[in-house]
């Protein structure tokens, strides 16, 4: 029954030949290898941490954007603490006796043996005359740290900031010890682990008296500290101040990108802040002062705000309806200033009729994109209104809508492309209509799009067709490589040819003659070719926000923008000739009709409405 | 009263004593891991060794339990045990308290619980109910389908937990499946499996072609010990290679090294074929299979490893398979381990003069690293003594299982040995230096109420069991 019973010896001589060569093994260690052997005078390691310098940022042109400033943090080791000449010690380092004893209760607090911070970023005269007379205090040392500097005000949100760890990273992630610097948003979040370098150790004897006696086994089981990775940023430092100046006294967003890469050339969310008050002492007040500032700077709108799209959205219906056949180029509808539908009435302006699909994009006409919105969903390809919703959703979401892009940018908000069971939901039924809907027609009701995820159908509109995950960073100096997804092209469910008339219309919108109607006649610029379209984005809790997505030139395009201005009303006012003024100065290095310039600059929109919603209340 | 004065007469005292000895130098030595001159009451019960102190005499409680229940409960609710197990893993990863990243801890006011501690417990009895059951055939395609599923099961669960350690544990079962007599084809598998796993991940793809090419053209030889046929062989193979490699050269198509063998592979294989066809050699066919087998689990393990595994989860395995150096993380401790163990000589440095394994030096000293301490106060002594003692436990339970009358005890203890043992060798070998850091704890030794208790139950069902041997139960 049990014919097996021999593998039993198998298993013993297993236990027993283990523990042998464990026993063996330990010998060696312990008793044959002098290496680990310490003697009795020297008999206490004592572990430096060696810090790295952090990575250099710089942009895609090599400007230097952020580098480091040494600083000096006073540590304390409360087990090595002995008594000391505390006037002496205050008067050195210019604090209080209650600050001592404070300080000194929370470092054994927090542990008796390893070393806390004491006092934080004293200046490098200080920290002279205490290197003096630091022998006089033990359980002292100096921790040398570095702090960020940043060449130019801008970019702050791209960067992102610098800052102590929590408790909680210290819990979850080894590597961080109470008082270390980790990324904590932007780049110096998303490339912590290349820009921050691996710590190294020094082992030292040290004798009863706690003076060094020199390296431990002549520096055998240090580890050399390596210095972080240099990072180059996609942004255009010169473009990015452009557009930060530019959207001085306004509350809005650009994004800016390279169509044939993927990479985000400028990033503005505005209002900004200056990236250096969140750096050394006065950091926690001055974030304290952002963080309750009615505008929001630290909030990056760029990717953390969702707004409807407006009749941006018009050129996505454009394509759809092509894709699903029940639209071509030369498709015709009139228009009598709405678009009617029993009791149903949804207003429009007053333009020529009727228009054709380039000639619709250009007039950017509502009742147009009511009928092809509704053949969409009213084809009878598919079995129900639900279906024809879901294949419309699929194509939406293939732009990269209702979903983060997965960039490497920190808290990108997913949006909001609803799903047919939202509506089930919303209409308690499964049969609704094509009408019930109608506003998707033209970007407006549920759906939620961010500043982001339009320029990147911008750049897919520009690739005719596909896209680059947006992206940040271009290169991480060293034997490092950017994450695979952002090297790779992303095709969209529309084929390419469905492009031209949409793009057609883009030109026209923009290049049109004076009087035919062209929604977006603010954005042309002499000798380059701007396709673009307005929108505007409903605001119940005030004006409209302007939008102007756009990319130039049309041919070979080189880059893609989308730009939003908060209750900036209609997106030909502001938001279009803020992108002609950005493409222009990309493009071109100059600005050719400066008195858009003055008028983009002169315009204080933040002090405006706050007037208005004063004399409302 | 007179089947209870029985129980006890019939109790392993021998096990029993190496148990009591054991947990007392644990909590000793934990002793001298966290003391300080602030804390020195051994009662003081803000400090591990004054908690570790009650876990202690909890544990022991624990034992009377385990003693008062009727063994036919363990054989009877074997399966319900561990179906409440499975259930109360799937609750931790979804309630429970996150701790050094891994989610596996209950909190009930100040007291943590970890279950996969005690889910080795219900698995192991599980294991031993299956092989147990009087129709079950364990060469069957149906038992290894089951026994995998009774394995996999926690293990999974546990992984998802963030504990790869504890989910490794599971391993260790194979003892169990070896000693009831698991085909030796099947191990010969699951090694081979294992090992080009690891290779997968640490060579370069053509590297790994190349050596399985060797390896198989090698095991041709010392099957057929015929020369001119293995002669033949490496011939034909580097011929093709030249060939491919020539095309290659001459039409300048630039095509990638790996491609190139792998045509020449093919080539070759399809000789080979027409060979031991024509010539009926043997061996063939089965070799090629397994050498096709082989690359392509390589190619997938690496597509799995790069496409589909998350950065971090990437990250972890690196750092166990020791492919990523992380200086003050794992090859740190492992180096402050070394040197702790080192620096206690043959006679130890005595009781809390230590020097390396106080005062952080080494991490989690008190739980995963408590054999530094050991090897820093006992020196060679000390740690001789502590392995000397786990080694006459482990034997002293081999011992105990083969006595059983019972298949079901003999398995469950099998299942005891596999896991004490798989414990034993990968906490004190990562400490020097021999196995990777995975952190499990060191049984009885380890600070810590779970792993105590789970271990103290662990054991004293089978002295239980044990105690019971000669009243038969089917
Ligand atoms: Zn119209």
Known sequence: MDSFAGRKNIIRVLIVLIGLIYIIRLFILQVVDSSYKLTASNNVLRYETQYPARGLIFDRNGNLLVFNQAAYDIMVNPMQLDAFDTTEFCSILEITKEYIDENIKSAKEYS?????????????????????????????????????????????????????????????????????????????????????????????????????????????????????????????????????????????????IEPSTGEILALVSAPGYNPELLVGRARAKNYNDLNIDSLKPLFNRAVMAQYPPGSTFKIMNALVGQKEKVLN????????????????????????????????????????????????????????????????????????FGKALNSDLINELNGLIPTKEYYDKVYRTENWKSLNIISLAIGQGELGTTPLQMAN????????????????????????????????????????????????????????????????????????????????????????????????????????ISVYIENGGFGGTWAAPLARLMIEKYLNDSISQPYWEEYILNSDLITKNAKKSQHLE | MQRRANIWNNIDWTTVFIYLLLVLLGWINIYAAV?????????????????????????????????????????????FIYGVMIFILLAVLIFGKEVHGAKSWFEIGNIRIQP???????????????????????????????????????????????????????????????????????????????????????????????????????????????????????????????????ID???????????????????????????????????????????????????????????????????????????????????????????????????????????????????????????????????????????????ALLLRLVYIAERQKSSFSRMYGYGVVAVLFFHIIINIGMTIGLMPVIGIPLPFFSYGGSSLWAFTILLFILLRLDANRLETVK
């Not at chain 1, 970019?155 to 210290?170: M, S």
């Not at chain 1, 009511?370 to 732009?399: G, T």
């Not at chain 1, 520009?462 to 994450?483: M, Q, S, T």
């Not at chain 2, 050699?281 to 589909?308: N, P, R, T």
Request: charged share 15%; glycine share 8%; hydrophobic share 45%.
């Open chain 1, 457 to 560: 159908m911008t750049a897919t509109i520009a690739n005719r067709g596909y896209y680059y995950i947006p992206h940040i960073v271009k290169e991480i100096e060293g034997d490092f490589n950017l994450d695979a997804r952002f090297y790779k092209r992303n095709y969209t469910s529309i084929d390419s040819v469905y492009f031209e008339p949409v793009i057609k219309g883009m030109e026209l919108a923009v290049n049109g003659e004076a009087g035919s109607g062209s929604t977006a006649r603010t954005a042309q610029i002499q000798n380059i070719i701007v396709c673009g379209k307005t929108g505007t984005a409903q605001n119940p809790h005030g004006e409209d926000h302007s939008i102007f997505i756009a990319f130039a030139p049309k041919d070979n395009p080189q880059i893609a």
């Open chain 1, 112 to 256: 008796l043996y390893k070393p806390s911070i004491f006092l934080k970023q004293v200046s490098s005269v200080t920290y002279a005359r205490f290197q003096e007379v630091m022998f006089k205090f033990p359980g002292f040392f100096v921790q040398p740290r570095t702090l960020r500097k940043y060449t130019y005000e801008n970019a702050a949100h791209v960067i992102g900031y610098v800052g102590e760890v929590n408790d909680k990273i210290i819990e979850s992630n080894t590597y961080y010890n109470q008082g270390d610097y980790i990324g904590i948003s932007g780049i110096e979040q998303s490339y912590e682990d290349y820009l921050r370098g691996k710590k190294g150790v020094n082992i030292y004897l040290v004798d009863v008296h706690n003076r060094i006696k020199g390296s431990y086994n002549n520096g055998k089981f240090d580890v050399k500290a390596e210095v972080g990775a240099n990072v180059i940023s996609t942004i255009d430092i010169n473009l990015q101040k452009y557009g930060e100046k530019l959207m001085q006294n306004k509350s809005g967003s650009i994004v800016a």
């Open chain 2, 35 to 79: 003391y300080n001159e602030d804390h020195q009451s051994i009662f003081d019960f803000s400090q591990r060794y004054g908690k570790q102190m009650i876990w202690i005499f909890a544990a022991f409680l624990l034992i009377l339990v385990v003693f008062t229940i009727d063994i036919r409960y363990y054989t009877f609710f074997a399966y």
């Open chain 2, 116 to 246: 996969s501690e005690f889910a080795k417990i219900a698995t192991a009895l599980a294991l031993a109910r299956y092989l147990s059951s009087f129709n079950v055939q364990i060469n069957s395609f149906k038992s290894y389908l089951r026994i995998g599923l009774i394995l996999f099961l926690p293990a999974f669960l546990i992984l998802l937990q963030n504990d790869t350690g504890s989910a490794l544990v599971y391993f260790a079962f194979a003892l169990v499946l070896f000693r009831e007599g698991l085909s030796g084809s099947v191990f010969l598998l699951g090694i081979l499996i294992v090992i080009l796993f690891i290779l997968a991940l640490v060579l370069e793809k053509i590297t790994l072609i190349a050596i399985a090419v060797i390896v198989a053209l090698i095991v041709f030889w010392i099957l057929t010990r015929k020369f001119k046929q293995f002669a033949m062989a490496v011939l034909i193979f580097v011929f093709s290679s030249a060939m491919f490699w020539g």
């Open chain 2, 249 to 391: 050269y001459f039409l300048g198509l630039k095509i990638l090294k790996y491609y190139i063998i792998l045509l020449a592979i093919a080539l070759s294989s399809i000789i080979y074929v027409y060979l031991a066809f024509k010539h009926k050699i043997k061996h063939v066919f089965i070799l090629i299979l397994f050498l096709f087998g082989s690359i392509m689990f390589a190619f997938s393990v690496d597509y799995v490893f790069h496409q589909i595994l998350e950065h971090h989860q990437q990250k972890r395995i690196n750092t166990l398979l020791g492919l990523e150096s992380d200086p003050l993380g794992i090859g740190y401790n492992v180096n402050q381990s070394k040197i702790a163990i080192g620096s206690g000589g043959f006679s130890g440095k005595g009781f809390l003069r230590g020097t390396q394994t106080k005062f952080d030096f080494v991490p989690e000293q008190s739980t995963d690293f408590i054999f530094c301490t050991i090897g820093e106060e006992w020196g060679f002594m000390g740690t001789f003594f502590v392995t000397s003692l786990f080694i």
């Open chain 1, 329 to 400: 180029p030369y498709t015709t509808y009139s228009c009598s200033g709405a678009y009617f539908a029993g009791r149903f009435r949804l207003g429009c302006h007053s333009h020529s009729s009727p228009l054709n699909l380039p000639q619709s994009i250009q007039i950017s006409c509502n009742t147009y994109y009511c009928n092809v919105f509704r053949s969409i969903l009213d084809n009878r390809n598919y079995p129900s209104v639900r279906d024809a919703y879901e294949s419309w959703r699929n194509h939406v979401v293939s732009f990269g």
